[in-house]
């Protein structure tokens, strides 16, 4: 071993099937460009070809002079056009953001409406249970509507037939999938707000860029930042 150790690791089973399962794609590629350079028509045509040229056998792309550059009139016009396509997609979004609102009563862990309650002495505030005077769990105490007693997650948790004012005639399984719905349904609405929110920071830099791009003199007074977009000032100019 020590008369054989200045030649390294000797080399696994695994490590000469990889390199041999190389070397046989390496030779199978050479092999396939060989003859698809065999069987090549001479006389093969692309119109590619009339703005194309190759140097000792290596094709080289060609340098674009400025031919397809865009002009001012049409970048305005493609300007215009993106910010008609993200007001679309931000009215679409606030129709859906008015629909869901409209059907669902409760928009945050919040209450909307404020709940005043009067109690005899100002010692009992500190030790108010909104939870035990509504006869609700704690998760639900901020709800100012659809705020069960606990009577009725009682007979959800039983899963047997809920018998309170609250669920009428429906099942526990039926309940927890119209709660789970409902959750989805605030999940959209926070993903459809923040979304609309988005869409409208864009399209304020896209209407800072366009009304650049215009004519006259102008100056940059404040950078712009992810919430809000560049200043600009522009020369006045006297009426004529």
Same mark, same amino acid.
């Given at each position: 071993?020590?008369?054989?150790?200045?030649?390294?690791?000797?080399?696994?089973?695994?490590?000469?099937?990889?390199?041999?399962?190389?070397?046989?794609? =390496?030779?199978?590629?050479?092999?396939?460009?060989?003859?698809?350079?065999?069987? +090549?028509?001479?006389?093969?045509?692309?119109?590619?070809?009339?703005?194309?040229?190759?140097?000792?056998?290596?094709?080289?792309? +060609?340098?674009?002079?400025?031919?397809?550059?865009?002009?001012?009139?049409?970048?305005?016009?493609?300007?215009?056009?993106?910010?008609?396509?993200?007001?679309?997609?931000?009215?679409?979004?606030?129709?859906?953001?008015?629909?869901?609102?409209?059907?669902?009563?409760?928009?945050?862990?919040?209450?909307?409406?404020?709940?005043?309650?009067?109690?005899?002495?100002?010692?009992?505030?500190?030790?108010?249970?909104?939870?035990?005077?509504?006869?609700?769990?704690?998760?639900?105490?901020?709800?100012?509507?659809?705020?069960?007693?606990?009577?009725?997650?009682?007979?959800?948790?039983?899963?047997?037939?809920?018998?309170?004012?609250?669920?009428?005639?429906?099942?526990? =399984?039926?309940?927890?999938?119209?709660?789970?719905?409902?959750?989805?349904?605030?999940?959209?609405?926070?993903?459809?707000?923040?979304?609309?929110?988005k869409l409208r920071k864009l399209i304020q830099r896209k209407q800072v860029e366009k009304q650049v791009m215009g004519k006259g003199r102008k100056r940059k007074i404040e950078s712009g930042s992810p919430n809000a977009p560049p200043?600009?000032?522009?020369? +006045?100019? +006297?009426?004529?």
């Open positions: 071993m020590a008369a054989r150790a200045h030649l390294g690791l000797l080399e696994k089973k695994k490590d000469y099937v990889e390199r041999a399962r190389d070397f046989q794609r =390496k030779t199978e590629k050479i092999k396939n460009l060989r003859k698809k350079a065999r069987d +090549r028509n001479p006389d093969e045509f692309y119109f590619g070809m009339v703005n194309q040229r190759t140097k000792g056998g290596v094709h080289e792309a +060609r340098r674009n002079d400025g031919a397809d550059k865009l002009s001012h009139d049409e970048i305005l016009l493609m300007k215009s056009q993106d910010l008609g396509y993200l007001s679309m997609k931000k009215a679409v979004d606030d129709h859906k953001v008015e629909r869901l609102m409209g059907g669902l009563h409760l928009l945050t862990d919040k209450p909307i409406n404020k709940h005043k309650i009067f109690l005899d002495k100002p010692e009992d505030v500190d030790g108010f249970d909104a939870a035990e005077h509504f006869d609700t769990v704690p998760e639900l105490a901020g709800r100012a509507f659809n705020r069960p007693r606990q009577a009725a997650f009682d007979a959800v948790e039983d899963d047997s037939p809920a018998t309170t004012p609250f669920i009428t005639s429906m099942s526990a =399984k039926q309940y927890k999938k119209i709660m789970k719905e409902k959750e989805k349904a605030y999940e959209e609405l926070a993903d459809r707000v923040e979304r609309s929110e200043v600009y000032k522009w020369k +006045r100019k +006297r009426a004529r």
